[in-house]
C-alpha cells in the first residue's frame, strides 16, 4: 500500500456509501462525492455536492410539534455523465458483469481515479477510465475526464453530459421524513453550439448558484465533434453525444464545470461569471497542472511524515490514513473559504448530518491547522466574530450579559440545536437539551487565545478577537451565581461535553449543576480576559471597554468569580464530572456487553429499554478528561491554585483511570481525547487508542455514521495527537516549546509549521529532536525545552537529546 | 464658526444640490444624502441612498454605438418622511414662508440636523426641527428623529412615514439618457401593527436589499399610539399618522430603519435579517449614544488639529473644512465595509458621477488612511486581489503577460472605461481613450509596497500583496518593447494621467508614447517587484513563482527593463512628458482666459472649437510632476542613476515651475500635487495652494461636479498633505522618518499616527517636533531625523529642533 493512495479494488455496492464519503473531492467551497448509493445504479452519475454555507430553514411538524431548523443545501449535480452501447442500457456496476473495478484517490494530487472493465449482457466488452478533480487553484472549476475503450465491439456509443438541478438531501436516513428538497431551477440552457448552463436557487435563502458545463470528445487523432441530442427535462439539461466505433478504440470525453454562486465576490452577477469562467478554461491536463501545483504547496504545509519501526510490515495504513484525514481537513478548512462566510460543520461539506451545523469542532480542528495555515484559523473565528451580535442577543434573552454562542448554528447564528430527536433503537423522538451545553462559549474563547498564541496576530487580536473574548468573559460572569454557604461561585443547569448526562435523575427540569470541565473553563476564560487587557495596547482596550459598557465594576466581578469558582470533588481528588456525579449508579457494563454487539449508544440503548443515561456513571465522552487534553499538568496546577483547591501529581492518573473505565465512546473524539491524555503516562496504550482514532472514518467504527460524513473533529484530533502530544509541540507565550515523547512504535516523525511568520522544520526520533529555523522575519527564534530557552537563528538548527 | 459644524442658515434652493453633497451621511455600506434638489420640494423626504459595491450592467445606445458599461444602483429611499397641517398640502421649503432656516452638519458625531420655522399659506407657523444620524457601530441602522412644534394653531397634523422603492438614478444631468431605473421592488409589507417592510432587487446584478421601518411618535408626556392609514403605491409603502395638536405643542416622530443585503454576511435571507434586527433596534437616543461613541474613536485617530498663527482670525474654516474632508474619508473608506468587497469609487458613494466606478484615486486616498486605520487599506487591496483574474485576462487577451488593471472598473474587475463621452460644450459624443492609461497599473502595485512598509504585515503581502505585484511586474515586462536604435526599452501607445492628451495630433489611432510617469513607474515597480523577491521568506517566494510559473529568464528581462528603460527629455533637463512633447504649440493662455469665464475644461473648449489639446503644451493636471508627488528627490535620484540618466539638483524646481505653468487645472487633484511638490521650495505659495485644495468641493469649484459626487481623492490628498508633506511623517524601510516643513501660516500641528501596531503622537510647530510612543508591541521604535535614526522607547517622548 502507497501511504498517498486509498484504493479499493473490486466492486462492492454494500461498501459504496463508505468509499463514497472517504473520496470526496472538494475544497470546501466546491465540494463533491465521488459516487453515491443512491446515483451508483446509473454508473457514473454522481449526485452529491454541497454548497458550502447554503443553508436553509426548515420548519418540519415532528412528534407533534412544529420544529424550525437550519439544512444544508444540496448543490445541482454538476459531474454527471453516463454511456450505454447503441441499444443497451445506461452502463451501471449493478447491472453489468464486473471483471476489474478500482477506485483510487490520489491523496497527494487530489485526483479520484476509477477503473472498470467490464462486459454487459450482449457480452460486449468496455474499459473506462476516470479522473476528476475539483480545482485546489481555483475555486470555480471542476473538471471530469473519462476514457472509453472498447474491446470486442464495433458499434455506436452514447455519451450523455449532463447538469442536474434536481437533487434533493436525502443522505440520512432518519432526516428522511423532513423537506429535502432545497434548490429551485431558474433557469437553462442547453444549446448544441454553447455550453450546458443551469442555474438554481436554494428555496429559502435565496442563494443563487449558476454552472456552466463544457464537454468535449476526443479519439486517439484529434477533437470529435459531434452533433449533440439536447436532453432537457425537468431540471436536468444534457448533451447526448453519439459516436461510432470500432474494436479496441479509445474515446475521451474531457468535461469541465464552472460554478459562482451569489455569494461570490468579484463579480457581477453569478450567471455572467460561469459563462465567462467556461470560455476561459484550459483543458483537462493545463487544469490538472495547476491543480497539483496548488495541492503540493499545501502538502508542504501540512504533510506530517511519520515512519513505524516495523521496517518490514506490510502496509503504511497509519501513514495513509493520516494523509487522507490531513486531506479532508484540508478541502474541508480550505484556503478558498477565507474570502467567504464559511464555519467548519461538524461533518464537513462531506455528508448532510447535522445539517452542516457548527458545534464545538473547532477545538480539535484548529491545532491541526493553526500553525500550518493560520489564515484558514483567522478566517474561521472571524465566522464567529460576525456571529457575536447574534450571540449577544441570545445572552440577552435568556437574562445574561455578554455574548451566548450557541451550541448548533447556522448561518445567521442564532441556536439551532433541535428540540428533539430521533432514537432509531426506539423509534421515539426525545427532548433534546443539548442546547445547555453553554461550554461551547469556553471553547471559542480557547480558540481565540491560542489562536493569538501561535500567531502573535495584534491586529487580530484588537480589531476581533479580544470583542468577542471580553464578551464570552462577561457572558460568564454573569451566568455564575454566588452561594452563601460554600462562598463560591457557581455554574447551574447546564451540560458538559457529556451529553448522556443532560439532568439529574426523576428532575423536573433538564440541566446540571458545577459541571467542572464548564466551572474551570469559565474560570480559565475570564483569567484570560484579564490578562489581555494588560497584554494589548492601552488604548485598544480603553476604547473597546467605552464602546462595551464595560468598567471596574464589572473587571473586578470576573477577578473574584476566577479565583472563587466551586468545583466539586469526590473519592478524595475524584474531580466530579458535576455536582451529584458520586450519588449516581454504577452501570452493569457486563451485562450490556453481553446483551448487545455494540454499547457505544448506552443512551438510545437505555432509552429503549425505559431507562435513563442520567442514573448512571457513565459518560458518552470526555468531560473532566477534556481538562487534561486542552491543559499541561502545570497550567491545570496554577489554575487549581488559584482557586485554592488541591492538585496533586496523582490527580491526573485517578481521574484519566476512573473516567475512562466508564466511557462508552459513543463519540469518536473518545479515542482522541483518550490517547493524548495517556500520551505519557500510558504510552503504548496511548499508541493503540491513536490507532483506534485513526481507524474511526476508514473503518466507520459507529457503524454507518460515516456515510452520513466524515467527522473532522476527530480527523483533526488524529493528527494533532502526532504534533502536540507525540511531537510535544506547544505555543506558549512568546516561547515555542517542545517535549516530544514518541511512543514505541514510532521511529521517526518529521514536520514543518508556521509559528510567528517563521517557517520550523522538526525531526523527532525516540532520542532526539532537530529543529531548524527555515525562514522567519525576526531573525531568531526562542525555543523552550526542559529548564532552558534556546534562540535559534534563522538558517541553523539545533538538535536536543531526550 | 466652530470647527466641527458645517452650517448653512437661510434657505437657498440653488445651493440645496451642493449642500447636499457635503452633508451627506453614510458608512460605505450605507450612504444617504442630506436632501437633494429633486426632492426638496416634498421638504422632508429625500432620496438618494446608493449600495455600497451594487452595480448594474448598462447597455445604451449613443451617437449610433451600443454602449456596455456599469452603473452604480440606488437604493430604495429609507428616511422618507413628511408632514401636512390637516387641510394644508404636505411641507415644502418651495411653498412656505421661511421664517428660520439652518442645517448643520456635525462633523465629530455624524449628526446632521435642521430647523426650519415656517407659516403656511393660511398663516399657521410651526418649527421643525431634525436629527438623523446612520449608525457608525452597527452599519444595518439609520435613525430620523423630527420634531415638530405647534406656535399660532391648534388642528390635527399629519405626518408620512414610508419607504421608497421607486427611487431612480437621476442626479446627473448628462446621463439622464441612460436608463436610470435599476431597483425592481419585490415585496412590500405595510401593516398597522407591523415595521414596513419593503424588498427590493438591483434588476442585472439581482442584489436583495431588505428594508424595515419602524416608526413612534411621542408628546411631551409619553408615546403616542396613533392608528395609521397605510399606503401603498407602486413601490412606495407608508404609515399616516394624524395627531390632533393644541398650541404650543411638541410631537417627536422616531423613526428607525434597518438594511440588509443578499451579499451581507452572517444571515440566512436578508429580509429575515432586515425584520429581526428591527425589533431588537433601540430608540433614538440609545442608537446616538453608540453611534458617538463609534464617530469618538474614529476620530482618536483619524483627527489632525492644526492651530492657525492668525490668533484673532475671523473663523476656523481650514479645520473644518479638513475635519469634513476627512469625515468624508472616514465614511466612504469604512471599516463597515472590510467584510464586503467594495473598492473606492473616484465620487465616493456620494453621487452617481463616474457611475461608481473605481479608478486609480487610491493612490491619493490610501495614505491619508493607511498610518490611522490599516484594516481598511488591507481591505481594499483584497478588492484589487479578488479582480487579479479578471486583470489576467485582461492582460492575456491584450497580448500582454501578468495583470492588466483597467483604468475604471466595476463590480466584476474588467474594464469598465466608457468608450464615448459627452461634451456638453459641443453637444458632441467624443471617443474616449482613458482606457490607455495603463498607470493605474503601477498606482496599484505603489499602493501595496506602501501598505507594506507601512504595516509590515508580511501575511498580507505573502498571502496577496507580492501575487499582485508579481503580475503588475511582468505585465510592465511584456509591455516593454525594446529600441535598438536607442538601446533602451520603451512603452508605446499609452497615456499618462493627464487626460488632456490621448494621442499625437492628426495620428491615425491613440495612444502616446514614452510617458514619462508611465515608464519610470514601470521601472519603479519591477524594481521593487525584484527586491520583494529577496526580502519576503524564501519558501513563499519559491512557492509563488512556481504557480506563476515565473522563471529565472523572466526575473532577468525584469531587471534589464529596471536599468535600460527610456525617458525622454527636452530643453536640458526638462523631462519630457512624452516623446514627442517638445514639438507642440504652446497654448495662447491669455486669448482663451479672456474668451472664457472658466478654462478649466480647456478640453471641451478646444473640441467646441474643433482644435484638439492633443495639439498644445498644456495638462488637465500633473503628469510628470506626480513622480515628485510620489518621491523623494533621494528616491528619484536614485532611479535616475540606476537609468544611467543624470538628475540634478535644479531637475526638480525647474520641471515644476515648467509643468505648472502649462496646467489648466482640470482636475481638483492638480491643487494638490501643486501645493505638495512646493512645500519646500515655495512655502507661501504651497499654502495658498492647499487652502484652494480645501475649497475644491466645499466651493465647488469647478461649478457643479460637487453635486455629482464629492472628490474623494482631492479631499484626502489635501489631508495628507498636512500629514506627509508639511509635518514630513514618511515609511521608508524600517523606521519611522520625519521631516516637518510647516507653512509659515501654521504654528502648530498635532496628530496620531498607528504604523507597525505601535501608536505614536507628533506636535509639530515651526521650531520643533516633539514625537511620543504611546503604546507599542515591540517596545521601541525607529524614528529618522536628519542624518539620524533615533531609539524611542514605549511612554517616552523625544523633542527635535527644527
Given at each position: 500500500m502507497n501511504s498517498w493512495i486509498l484504493a479499493y479494488e473490486g466492486y462492492n455496492p454494500e461498501e459504496e456509501g463508505l468509499r463514497e464519503a472517504l473520496c470526496t473531492l472538494g475544497n470546501g467551497y466546491f465540494a463533491t462525492r465521488g459516487a453515491n448509493a443512491e446515483s451508483s445504479a446509473d454508473g457514473v452519475h454522481y449526485p452529491g455536492t454541497y454548497l458550502a454555507g447554503g443553508y436553509n430553514r426548515l420548519t418540519t411538524e415532528i412528534a407533534g410539534r412544529e420544529i424550525e431548523n437550519e439544512d444544508l443545501v444540496n448543490m445541482p449535480n454538476w459531474l454527471c455523465l453516463r454511456f450505454r452501447i447503441q441499444g443497451g442500457e445506461w452502463f451501471s456496476p449493478d447491472d453489468a458483469e464486473i471483471f476489474f473495478y478500482r477506485q483510487e484517490l490520489d491523496i497527494r494530487c487530489g485526483v479520484l481515479k476509477r477503473t472498470v472493465r467490464f462486459e454487459d449482457s450482449r457480452g460486449r466488452r468496455m474499459n473506462m477510465e476516470e479522473r476528476r478533480i475539483v480545482h485546489m487553484g481555483d475555486h470555480h472549476l471542476a473538471a471530469l475526464e473519462t476514457t472509453l475503450s472498447t474491446e470486442n465491439f464495433s458499434g455506436t456509443l452514447e455519451i450523455e453530459s449532463g447538469l442536474d438541478g434536481g437533487v434533493v438531501n436525502s443522505g440520512v436516513k432518519r432526516y428522511?421524513?423532513?423537506?429535502g428538497r432545497h434548490l429551485e431551477v431558474l433557469e437553462t440552457e442547453a444549446r448544441e453550439d454553447a455550453p450546458l448552463f443551469l442555474k438554481a436557487r436554494t428555496v429559502q435563502s435565496e442563494r443563487r448558484v449558476a454552472l456552466a458545463a463544457r464537454t468535449r470528445l476526443f479519439n486517439k487523432q484529434a477533437g470529435l465533434n459531434p452533433k449533440p441530442e439536447i436532453i432537457e427535462e425537468n431540471g436536468y439539461i444534457a448533451k447526448r453525444f453519439s459516436v461510432d466505433v470500432s474494436e479496441n478504440e479509445k474515446i475521451r470525453v474531457e468535461k469541465t464545470v464552472t460554478l459562482h454562486t451569489s455569494q461570490d465576490r468579484a463579480i457581477s452577477e453569478c450567471s455572467l461569471a460561469a459563462k465567462h469562467d467556461i470560455q476561459c478554461a484550459g483543458d483537462f491536463s493545463e487544469l490538472l497542472k495547476t491543480h497539483i501545483i496548488a495541492w503540493e504547496h499545501l502538502w508542504r504545509r501540512f504533510d506530517i511524515r511519520m515512519t513505524d519501526r516495523r521496517k518490514n510490515r506490510r502496509d503504511d495504513r497509519p501513514e495513509m490514513i493520516l494523509r487522507l484525514y490531513t486531506f479532508h481537513l484540508i478541502q474541508t478548512t480550505s484556503l478558498h473559504t477565507i474570502d467567504l462566510d464559511v464555519g467548519v460543520p461538524a461533518r464537513g461539506w462531506h455528508g448532510e448530518a447535522y445539517r452542516g451545523h457548527i458545534f464545538w469542532d473547532e477545538l480539535f480542528i484548529f491545532p491541526a491547522i493553526t500553525l500550518q495555515q493560520p489564515e484558514i484559523t483567522r478566517s474561521l473565528l472571524l465566522y464567529r466574530f460576525r456571529r457575536l451580535d447574534s450571540a449577544r442577543r441570545a445572552a440577552s434573552a435568556a437574562g445574561y450579559k455578554g455574548a451566548m454562542y450557541p451550541w448548533q448554528s447556522g448561518s445567521s447564528g442564532r441556536e439551532e440545536s433541535q428540540e428533539v430527536h430521533l432514537n432509531p433503537k426506539s423509534g421515539r423522538w426525545i427532548p433534546d437539551n443539548s442546547h445547555l451545553q453553554k461550554h461551547v462559549n469556553a471553547a471559542i474563547a480557547f480558540n481565540i487565545c491560542k489562536y493569538y498564541e501561535s500567531t502573535g496576530d495584534d491586529q487580530f487580536m484588537t480589531a476581533y478577537g479580544a470583542e468577542m473574548l471580553f464578551e464570552i468573559a462577561r457572558f460568564w460572569s454573569s451566568i455564575a451565581t454566588w452561594n452563601e454557604e460554600y462562598e463560591r461561585y457557581e455554574i447551574l443547569g447546564v451540560m458538559g461535553p457529556d451529553e448522556y448526562h443532560d439532568g439529574y435523575p426523576d428532575a423536573d427540569k433538564p440541566g446540571l449543576d458545577n459541571n467542572a470541565y464548564t466551572n474551570l473553563m469559565a474560570v480559565w476564560v475570564l483569567t484570560q480576559a484579564l490578562k489581555m487587557m494588560e497584554t494589548l495596547p492601552r488604548d485598544s482596550v480603553e476604547e473597546l471597554c467605552k464602546a462595551l459598557f464595560l468598567d471596574q465594576e464589572e473587571k473586578d466581578l470576573w477577578w473574584n468569580i476566577s479565583r472563587k469558582m466551586r468545583i466539586v470533588f469526590h473519592d478524595g481528588n475524584i474531580i466530579s464530572q458535576f455536582e451529584g456525579y458520586d450519588r449516581l449508579e454504577e452501570l452493569d457494563w457486563d451485562k450490556y456487553k453481553k446483551k448487545y454487539d455494540n454499547i457505544q449508544r448506552m443512551d438510545r440503548i437505555l432509552e429503549a429499554e425505559n431507562d435513563s443515561p442520567n442514573r448512571y456513571k457513565m459518560t458518552k465522552q470526555a468531560d473532566v478528561l477534556m481538562l487534561f487534553y486542552l491543559f499541561s499538568s502545570e497550567e491545570l496546577k496554577g489554575l487549581f491554585k488559584q482557586l485554592r483547591y488541591p492538585f496533586e501529581y496523582e490527580t491526573i492518573p485517578r481521574n484519566v483511570d476512573y473516567y475512562v473505565r466508564r466511557t462508552s465512546y459513543g463519540s469518536t473524539l473518545s479515542w482522541v481525547v483518550h490517547s493524548w491524555v495517556m500520551a505519557r503516562s500510558d504510552r503504548a496504550r496511548s499508541w493503540t487508542l491513536f490507532l483506534e482514532a485513526l481507524e474511526s472514518d476508514i473503518s466507520d467504527i459507529q457503524g454507518g455514521t460515516t456515510q452520513e460524513g466524515i467527522h473532522l473533529g476527530a480527523m483533526a484530533g488524529a493528527v494533532n495527537i502526532l504534533q502536540e502530544a507525540y511531537m510535544g509541540i506547544k505555543t506558549r507565550g512568546e516561547v515555542l516549546w517542545i517535549d516530544p515523547c514518541l511512543p514505541e512504535a514510532l521511529e521517526k516523525v518529521e514536520m514543518q509549521i508556521h509559528y510567528r511568520g517563521d517557517t520550523v522544520e522538526f525531526k523527532t526520533t525516540q532520542e532526539m529532536c532537530k529543529v531548524k529555523l527555515v525562514s522567519s522575519r525576526r531573525n531568531s527564534l526562542k525555543i523552550g525545552f526542559g529548564d532552558g530557552i534556546y534562540d535559534l537563528t534563522i538558517g541553523t538548527s539545533r538538535m536536543f537529546q531526550l
Open positions: 428522511q421524513s423532513l423537506n
